[in-house]
């Protein structure tokens, strides 16, 4: 595990050819963070269906669709997806886009990955002219929603999301984007 500052992580939007990459990168993370709280064949399903570099490669020629790659020394450290269209029920906030996915490696978890890359979401989302930004996360994700709420987002529903054949129930937050990008709140992580 490398001792990069924030400093050396560079973040870029993701172009076709790195379809591979973000299909390896997402199954990885995927799989990190969450084989652990689920069956081995849900996981194994889930993860041969959203994360095949033919995916990506829809998901990157979709004009709704924004991704960033987070690098140190030019090792993909996590990505972002952001995607404008369809938005939940529970989002009241106008103009607004979906932080779809924000994968960090658990090598790069607590050194400063995330916090870069979802204030680049946050910017790309005001430079394309939303007023709210909303998310999904599962609801047993305690460290997630704590990284979210350090960042404005606020409960406003719940929806579900499939991982194989197992239905699990994902917390929809959303945050309006005139706020200051991270909030100070007495919450834990």
């Known amino acids: 595990m490398s001792n990069a500052s924030t400093s050396e992580i560079t973040i870029r939007r993701a172009e076709a050819a790195d ?3 973000l299909a390896e990168l997402g199954a990885r993370t995927f799989h990190d963070t969450f084989a652990a709280d689920n069956r081995p064949e849900d996981m194994a399903a889930y993860l041969a269906w959203a994360f095949t570099p033919e995916r990506l ?21 996590g990505y972002a ?19 779809e996915r924000l994968y960090v490696r658990q090598d ?12 680049e979401c946050l910017a790309e989302a005001r430079r394309r002219g939303h007023r709210t930004i909303w998310l999904g996360v599962w609801e047993h994700n305690a460290r997630a929603r704590a990284f979210y709420r350090r960042f404005g987002f606020r409960d406003v529903g719940a929806k579900i ?6 239905r699990q129930t994902d917390t929809v937050m959303e945050r309006p984007l ?3 990008d991270e909030i100070t709140r007495d919450e834990p992580e």
């Open 19 to 21: 379809a591979a990459l």
């Open 57 to 77: 490669s829809e998901e990157l020629e979709d004009a709704r669709a924004h991704f960033f790659v987070a690098e140190v020394g030019g090792e993909a450290a």
């Open 81 to 99: 997806k952001l995607r404008s269209g369809e938005t939940h029920e529970g989002v009241k906030g106008p103009d607004a886009i979906e932080l």
């Open 108 to 119: 790069w978890l607590g050194r400063g990955v995330g916090p870069l890359l979802m204030r």
């Open 161 to 166: 999301f499939v991982v194989g054949f197992d």
């Open 178 to 180: 005139d706020e200051p």
